[in-house]
């Protein structure tokens, strides 16, 4: 097969649902990956935010291969030791009470949505059913995550969207408050807006905000599907904020490169998906579970974390040296760069050619290497980036 076949294959039978760059991608070891023409890139997007431990992991390779070779699917209808050992140290690790597994950062969100509808319906009664949301989050693609999404421009074409969201300025703890009456029973927020731009909040705007939900018994879920499982230099960003939020989502780079989400929700919460209420075919999939398991062994020691945050810090020093860096922003290994020459779509394409993977997010590069990148493979990254970033 060439890339030219292959790319007329998608033209002819795959819905034209991707922007694409232009390399068909067929072999992956740590932080490089190979196309079909044998090529070779240093990657700088883990998919997005994914792959955790690079490709082909031997640890995770292991466990993925065992865990098939042993039992590949059961159903929910049946206990798992798996789903119940990554439950487990899901919830130790947040300090949370209970968990619910799916497959995608969409899904593991859908479930906090429900959680906090019902936890009002069930102690307030019909009508407290509103969830503030910010401007330019990004919470996903279904029907209802795309109206959680406080985009305009993911709000066409599909009428009617659920209804029942509001959206409010990031850093902007007025606005949040002038929105809070008493239809509100939740506030969704991802500690670094990733699809848009690399935006982290503000300390001192999430504390408040914690604060202000507190009193008002309206629960604080946190989407960390993009920020979760030591992207940021803690194992979920919120431990960077000092806060404790009602709910979690959790879902990229839980699996390691297979699918899986995860809704993690506080003891308050425990109760409130009582049998009935929520349900997936796949979800806690052994294999999943087997693979997150083993993610989490590897990511979650306090000299792991520390080496995220210094290989992110290494990083970051390197590009503020660099032409055509305005800005550097992000937390850990979740970085985004704002451009002099705001040419952000036509860097990432021109990287391509020479050899690198990179991301955008609106109109900022955005890079999530796999956390275990080595410096050596940072070096070389960074060497194509400053040369395409300086040309
Ligand atoms: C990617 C992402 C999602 C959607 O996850 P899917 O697995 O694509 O459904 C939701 N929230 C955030 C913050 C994300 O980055």
Redesign the pocket.
């Known amino acids: 097969m060439t890339f030219e076949q292959i790319k007329n294959d998608e033209q002819q039978y795959m819905m034209h649902t991707y922007g694409r760059f232009q390399t068909a991608l067929v072999s992956g070891k740590g932080a490089v990956v190979k196309d079909v023409n044998d090529k070779e890139y240093i990657d700088f997007t883990s998919g997005?935010?994914v792959n955790s431990l690079g490709y082909c992991d031997e640890g995770w390779v292991k466990a993925v291969t065992e865990q098939a070779s042993t039992l590949q699917h059961i159903s929910n209808l049946y206990y798992s030791p798996l789903q119940t050992e990554l439950s487990k140290k899901l919830c130790e690790i947040t300090g949370m009470d209970k968990v619910f597994l799916c497959n995608?950062?969409?899904?593991a969100?859908e479930c906090a949505i429900k959680i906090a509808r019902k936890y009002s319906f069930d102690k307030y009664g019909d009508g407290r059913r509103k969830i503030l949301t910010l401007v330019n989050s990004?919470?996903?693609?279904t029907v209802t995550?795309l109206s959680a999404t406080g985009q305009d421009v993911f709000h066409n074409y599909f009428f009617p969207f659920t209804g029942g969201f509001d959206y409010v300025k990031a850093n902007d703890i007025a606005d949040l408050k002038s929105h809070i009456d008493d239809e509100v029973c939740a506030v969704f927020i991802?500690l670094i807006q990733?699809?848009g731009g690399v935006m982290p909040l503000s300390k001192e705007f999430v504390n408040e905000v914690s604060e202000v939900c507190k009193e008002k018994d309206i629960l604080l879920l946190v989407?960390e599907?993009?920020?979760g499982v030591s992207r940021t230099g803690a194992v979920y960003c919120f431990q960077n904020y000092g806060i404790q939020p009602d709910v979690i989502?959790s879902?990229?780079g839980l699996g390691g490169g297979v699918?899986i989400?995860a809704c993690v929700c506080s003891k308050k919460l425990s109760d409130v998906m009582s049998a009935g209420t929520h349900g997936t075919t796949f979800g806690g999939n052994p294999i999943a579970c087997a693979a997150a398991i083993e993610v989490l062994s590897r990511v979650t020691s306090n000299s792991f974390l520390e080496e995220v945050n210094k290989k992110g810090n290494y990083i970051r020093a390197k590009l503020s040296e660099m032409g055509n860096v305005r800005e550097v922003r992000g937390m850990g290994m979740m970085i985004g760069i704002v451009t002099e020459k705001d040419n952000a779509k036509q860097v990432a394409a021109e990287c391509v050619d020479n050899g690198l993977l990179i991301l955008t997010a609106k109109n900022l590069i955005r890079l999530l290497p796999p956390l275990t990148i080595t410096y050596e493979e940072i070096d070389k990254g960074l060497s194509i980036l400053k040369k395409v970033m300086e040309a």
């Open positions: 997005i935010g995608s950062g969409a899904e969100n990004f919470h996903g693609r995550t991802e990733g699809e989407d599907v993009q920020t989502t879902a990229k699918p989400g």
